[in-house]
């Protein structure tokens, strides 16, 4: 414990001053933290800004590219986090339990957002706070704890190098034990550019490196705990349109079956019998063993429970136990059963439940951990990293985990991602990523939506921008051709929209499964008493989506950046149901830029800025570029 | 079949999620379903406006009273010999008349179809006597049904192109209100060439119903092409679909305001029955198969996910 003198929490001035004005669904508040000079102060979240971004992803966007420069280092203390709330958190609205971290990445140099469940956002809204900014750098390990108005920078020497799991522990028993944690393992610490950051030590925001981020201010967490409730606009409508939205997803069959049955692994075997899990990094669509990685195995084999975030009814997540090991988490989810297991060529279950512990412990991020490590087994076999780790290895596969969170021996050089440690190796092409970002679990040879989803998505490679996956696998709104280029541009585009939008809301994502547009605009309008539509919440993901790209512009990416790996444009796959295919990209993005708005290379026009009220974003990029 | 995109685009203009709703029969005829569920399916058949909730004779009373209770307009469909069809004409007629005085206000009845299927197979009087047969199998069950409409469900994955249009005549002839394609027990959904070739033999004089598969918009848009592409057809008295996903169905169709995409052509095998044989008798999977070959389209079946 540490003195008593620095624990004591600091109102913050500013919070909810007489004549401050009440917005419904907001708390009208955001927090900001000043690491280097150990100060938390106030500031009005404007209404323009509610309008024009919402909350979550947006809100922070808009900070981000006001606030850090052009050409910022992303691990400076020039950089800044944003983690944030949306207009709906803490509501009880379906699927509202969610926040997200906005910053620029280290891996990927891109804008970027990472979202997770569990509990923390609610509480983090409960406090008084629709986002939380903050910047700086500590000159000593410190952690954050925000009770209700108050907020303290605490000391946190004592638990630098902890694991997720201890740190959550030992801050409960400093602070409260009802405190909701987000923190970051040794890999954080270390910088790692794939490190995570977890909370209710199962839950990652996890992708970006958002956790390195984290560790180069040495803030190794943030415990909230609050007990404000927002207002709601209309209490009677809003009940009656939650009620709605639950309905549907009480009637969709992934919603109501498949995610709580199987949990998201019900995607390996669906995803297999097309031809589309990728296999030792990519090489193949198929993998002969993927029943034994299943979600239909993991119920069998370690499913102990499923776990839901806040105000979840469809509770996708599993709590799992290794047979005849004291060890049990939560997990694996479908991209990281995919990453330790297809993305490696291994099919031990329980070798793959490990090393997604292990990322859950280290605060490290499963998709990029084991598909980085999928690309060393790739260098290692065509002989470029001696003595590396070979396909199918699951022992090695576990250890190299423990490796990239301590940053120890080749895990030195994994822990930098796999872009980057295939160009040590002379081998670019092996690395199985868009911007930096490692591409998760769909192969796009076989689903060619998706392929344009990764290669525009502005935080590289990501199935969550357009979850193309929905329409052109799972049939959700409605089954369209997986493998026509007809028109999947205009779906992108769309999808990508609300997704901003959703995000900016922070709802989560598989809500969209059962939910259309007017489901969420009828939920923000009651909850918010803004008469916002469906096109509204379009445009606002638009509005969205288009500054990330001027944020991303401003750094120099372009239609270069907007590819895919060489091996999904050249190399069809030869075997399951997607063989003798590639992905047709050049003439889907051709489209995707026009239909944006955007020039031929990919750079938003200042006349598609100004229709989307963007006019600060479109005088600089005028002012950059001449356009 | 072929289906253009405009084609699409233009049912879906033509609708709106209400209508769309009171085209919806909302479906629950699983063996192992407890009365709570019926209770639900008629709670959300009221709150979304569909047309009537289908269900086994067994559940009438219970479907009947629990909307009683609450005012509702919502019909209640009876399914009659279900699922094979194979009982006898009293035994069907008696199902009818027990669920109407249970409170049925639509009969949703199956065709005899080994007997439909005996009439192109047989001689010429024995081919009258079959046919005299599912006629007078059909016109007991009207009877019975005292004025409510009756559909007859021809289970078209068993029966080739003219067996649909000779059960569809005599289904006409026995008095019936509606045509409908399958069980959802059978070998087959239901396929827009099906429900096209159903409309064409019936005209607007009967209603058409697609069951079985329609699980989404784009899925009731097609069906809707098929056999109900003009406006005096978009009545609850001329075309139903049967389901129980409608509120998915309903709910989906938002998606469609906000892009045109949605309806690119879809590959025609894709949403041919010929595509769909393995699990028909062989006798008529085989016809179906010479029917592919014969098919302008057959070229996309070389196209690789078949």
């Given at each position: 414990m540490q003195d008593m003198p620095e624990q004591r929490l600091q109102k913050i001035q500013g919070f909810l001053e007489e004549g401050d004005e009440i917005l419904d669904g907001w708390m009208g508040k955001v927090l900001r933290v000043d690491l280097k000079g150990k100060k938390v102060s106030s500031q009005p979240l404007s209404r323009e800004q509610t309008q024009l971004f919402l909350g979550g992803r947006g809100l922070g966007v808009d900070v981000l590219f006001r606030e850090v420069a052009r050409g910022t280092d992303p691990l400076s203390p020039e950089n800044k986090m944003v983690f944030a709330t949306g207009?709906?958190?803490?509501?009880?609205?379906?699927?509202?339990g969610r926040y997200s971290v906005i910053t620029k990445s280290p891996l990927t140099g891109t804008i970027f957002d990472s979202n997770s469940g569990g509990h923390f956002g609610v509480q983090l809204k409960r406090c008084g706070w629709d986002a939380m900014i903050v910047e700086g750098q500590s000159e000593k390990p410190s952690y954050l704890w925000i009770h209700d108005e108050s907020a303290e920078i605490r000391k946190a020497d004592h638990i630098w190098g902890y694991t997720t799991h201890k740190t959550e522990d030992a801050i409960k028993s400093e602070t409260d034990k009802e405190a909701k944690v987000a923190s970051i393992g040794p890999a954080g610490e270390r910088q790692v550019l794939i490190s995570a950051i977890i909370n209710d030590k199962h839950r990652a925001a996890g992708r970006g490196g958002v956790g390195a981020v984290m560790g180069s201010k040495k803030l190794k967490a943030i415990a909230v705990l609050g007990t404000h409730e927002p207002t709601i606009a209309s209490r009677d409508e809003f009940t009656a349109t939650s009620r709605v939205s639950l309905e549907a997803i009480s009637k969709n069959p992934v919603t109501k079956d498949s995610l709580p049955n199987y949990g998201t692994t019900v995607l390996v075997n669906v995803m297999n019998e097309i031809g589309a899990l990728p296999t030792m990094n990519f090489q193949r669509g198929y993998f002969e063993d993927a029943d034994a990685i299943s979600g239909e195995t993991i119920r069998e084999r370690i499913f102990e429970k499923r776990v839901a975030c806040d105000a979840c009814t469809i509770a996708c997540g599993r709590e799992t136990k290794i047979p005849g090991r004291d060890r049990r988490g939560e997990g694996p989810e479908y991209e990281s059963t995919w990453a330790f297991g297809a993305a490696c060529g291994v099919r031990d279950l329980e070798a793959i439940a490990e090393a997604n512990y292990l990322c859950n412990e280290y605060g490290l991020d499963t998709i990029s951990t084991g598909s980085t490590i999928a690309c060393a087994m790739e260098l290692s076999s065509a002989g470029h990293l001696s003595s590396g780790p070979a396909f199918g290895d699951a022992e090695a596969m576990v250890s190299l985990v423990s490796l990239i969170g301590e940053q120890h021996g080749i895990g030195k050089d994994l822990s930098e991602g796999s872009l980057r440690l295939a160009e040590r190796y002379g081998r670019p092409e092996f690395s199985m990523s868009v911007k930096g970002l490692e591409i998760p679990a769909y192969d796009p040879r076989g689903i060619q939506g998706m392929g344009l989803a990764f290669a525009t998505s502005n935080r590289g490679a990501c199935h969550l921008r357009a979850y193309m996956i929905s329409t052109e696998v799972l049939g959700n709104p409605c089954l369209i051709d997986r493998f026509k280029i007809e028109g999947k541009a205009s779906l992108t585009i769309l999808l990508q929209n609300i997704s901003a939008a959703i995000d900016s809301m922070v709802l989560c994502r598989f809500s969209q499964f059962a939910m259309n547009p007017d489901h969420y605009a009828g939920l923000l309008h009651t909850a918010t008493g803004v008469p916002f539509t469906a096109r509204d919440l379009i445009n606002i993901g638009e509005r969205v989506y288009n500054l990330e790209r001027v944020f991303n512009t401003r750094e120099g990416l372009g239609r270069k950046a907007d590819s895919l790996p060489a091996r999904l444009l050249e190399t069809p796959l030869s075997e399951g149901h997607s063989k003798n295919t590639t992905v047709a990209l050049a003439p889907m993005l051709d489209e995707y830029y026009k239909l944006r708005g955007w020039t031929a290379d990919g750079v938003p026009t200042a006349s598609t800025l100004a229709e989307l009220k963007l006019g600060e974003a479109s005088k600089q990029i005028v002012e950059s570029y001449a356009i | 079949m072929r289906i253009s995109s405009q084609s699409l685009r233009q049912v879906a203009d033509l609708l709106v999620e209400e209508q769309l709703a009171g085209l919806i029969d909302h479906t629950e005829l699983k063996p192992h379903v407890l009365r709570r569920k019926i209770r639900s399916i008629c709670d959300e058949a009221d709150t979304h406006g569909f047309a009537a909730v289908c269900v086994n004779s067994c559940w009438v009373r219970e479907a009947s009273e629990h909307l009683r209770s609450k005012s509702s307009r919502v019909g209640i469909a009876s399914v009659v010999g279900f699922p094979l069809g194979q009982m006898s004409t009293e035994s069907k007629a008696f199902e009818a008349s027990d669920a109407i005085a249970k409170g049925a206000t639509e009969i949703d009845m199956v065709v005899n179809v080994g007997k439909v299927r005996e009439i192109a197979a047989s001689s010429a009087d024995e081919s009258r006597t079959m046919r005299n047969f599912v006629r007078e199998d059909i016109s007991a069950v009207v009877k019975k049904a005292d004025g409510a409409p009756v559909k007859v469900i021809l289970e078209t994955g068993y029966l080739t192109d003219q067996e649909i249009v000779e059960a569809c005549r005599i289904s006409e002839d026995a008095g019936a209100a509606f045509v409908k394609t399958s069980t959802?027990?059978?070998p087959m959904s239901a396929y827009p060439a099906h429900l096209k070739l159903m409309r064409e033999t019936v005209g607007e004089r009967l209603g058409v119903k697609a069951a079985g598969g329609v699980t989404n918009f784009l899925e009731a848009i097609r069906s809707i092409y098929a056999a109900a592409n003009a406006p005096n057809l978009l009545r609850p008295d001329k075309f139903r679909i049967g389901t129980s996903n409608g509120i998915n169905i309903v709910n989906s169709l938002s998606w469609a305001k906000y892009d045109d995409s949605w309806f690119t052509e879809e590959v025609p095998c894709r949403i041919c029955p010929s595509n769909y044989v393995s699990k028909q008798p062989l006798e008529i999977q085989t016809v179906y198969v010479k029917k592919c070959k014969t098919c302008p389209n057959n070229g996309y079946r070389k196209f690789k996910d078949f």
């Open positions: 207009p709906l958190t803490a509501t009880g609205a379906p699927t509202s | 959802g027990f059978g």
